[in-house]
């Protein structure tokens, strides 16, 4: 397929918006992305849209992908191409495109999560030479009474994961995206600490933990008394999954975390 690819900032935010829903339209969950919804992403996962690339053809676009950009390293934050326009190459194009956007600011590792179900993207960066990381899981909680901790100033939790934290946050998780949240709160157990927020619709979001498997019931057993609990993008053998499972919560989705060193 032909198509002409330019900068995602070339687009109005609400062209941008559309086409990323469009683009994810049949997915396996769903996506549906408005002006706030582009704006939150730009500004929380550092997607920089002059090198996040849009593809168009005969005037229309009809695909895209977000390259988020931090100090050295990359992040594939959303790849998609709209129904007509697929199985034509163009998201291996679009890939090998951001590939050089990324060599010339001087990345050399980029990273992606893709969807268990999702074989044929996953064929796709395999084929492009990503290598299979590990195993990440979304999941939640139903909220219940109990006994809940006090909340600690969220920085001080924080210090004590990075005294206990043994792997690399996700992206979507790591360091530099809690520095974009003003809502922040933290939580300390005995063996274990907790960052977490509580969204405008009520849900308890888990950022970061670290700790034993203890520390990971009773700090969930604490937010649970919030609200409904949901976890995202947590390594398969984190205790927080073990303690979830334990307590009645459920995984949605898995996903494989996969990352490319750019020659």
Do not use: C
């Not at 829903?21 to 996506?31: I, K, L, Q």
């Amino acid at each position: 397929m032909t198509a002409e690819l330019r900068a995602a900032s070339s687009l109005p935010p609400g062209e941008l918006a559309a086409l990323f829903t469009r683009a994810y339209e049949d997915y396996y969950v769903p996506v549906q992305v408005d002006e706030a919804a582009v704006e939150f992403l730009v500004r929380t996962f550092d997607l920089d849209l002059d090198e996040s690339l849009v593809a168009v053809a005969d005037g229309e676009p009809v695909g895209l992908v977000n390259l988020g950009v931090r100090r050295g390293r990359g992040w594939i934050g959303g790849l998609g191409v709209v129904a007509e326009a697929r199985r034509k190459g163009l998201g291996r194009e679009l890939m090998g495109a951001i590939h050089e956007k990324a060599r010339a600011r001087g990345i050399r590792e980029i990273s992606l999560e893709v969807i268990e179900e999702n074989e044929p993207a996953y064929r796709l960066y395999d084929a492009l030479g990503y290598d299979f990381l590990r195993w990440v899981e979304i999941g939640s909680l139903d909220p219940a009474e109990g006994k809940a901790l006090p909340d600690v100033d969220w920085q001080a939790a924080h210090t004590r994961i990075l005294e206990l934290r043994t792997e690399r946050e996700p992206w979507q998780r790591d360091d530099d995206t809690l520095r974009h949240y003003e809502d922040l709160r933290g939580l300390t157990a005995v063996t274990g600490a907790a960052v977490f927020r509580v969204s405008p619709e009520g849900r308890v979001v888990l950022m970061q933990f670290a700790g034993d498997g203890d520390a990971a019931r009773e700090i969930l057993e604490s937010l649970r008394t919030l609200g409904p609990v949901s976890v995202f993008n947590v390594p398969e053998e984190d205790p927080v999954l073990a303690a979830l499972n334990d307590l009645g919560g459920s995984i949605a989705l898995r996903q494989r975390e996969m990352s490319l060193t750019l020659p």
